[in-house]
């Protein structure tokens, strides 16, 4: 099985994994709610305290929950980018010509030119600016640069591969549409 398949298997396993949890706890929400409802033996002013405390903890709950499915899905997103730009030196030296390179990149908007610098720097064996530069053009969309990139480092294509799923089905509209729904506080 390829990390690519693990990967998916795993977003998707975590992602309905969560809707679960968030559907358990908007059940126990509505059992609690009709619980507190048919007391006949609390007043409507104690039912509607514990009703609002309730509704509060479970907005606490669902909220967290949503921000545990996030810190995983950046996790993963994470490990992918570690694993795309492999074992970095942390020297000083290093570090600098790491942030140099992608300040330079963040300069360059045409496609043309993001293909001429990665060319350049591909002959020349600088690692750092090809790195740069396959980053910046995965990350505004210049598919044929970042593809020049691949080629030129074939080791770092699976780890793409692996980092443009979890980006594509991590974030997004889609996803934004379903935590709206999956995490909103149930309606009283």
Known sequence: MSKVTKVQNTLTSALHGYKDQAAQVKDAHRIARQAIKDDPMTSDLAKRGKLDALASETKSKLAALKDEQAGFIKGLRDKAERDLRGPQSSDANSILLRRDAAARARKIDDKREALDV??????????????????????????????????????????????????????GAALNMSNSITFSAPQD
């Open 118 to 171: 990665l060319e350049d720097a591909i002959r020349n064996g600088d690692s750092e600016m090809a790195h740069a530069i396959g980053t910046r053009a995965r990350n505004t969309g210049m598919v044929g640069v970042a593809e020049v990139y691949q080629s030129a480092f074939p080791d770092t294509a699976e780890a793409a591969e692996v980092l443009a799923y979890v980006e594509a089905n991590g974030s």
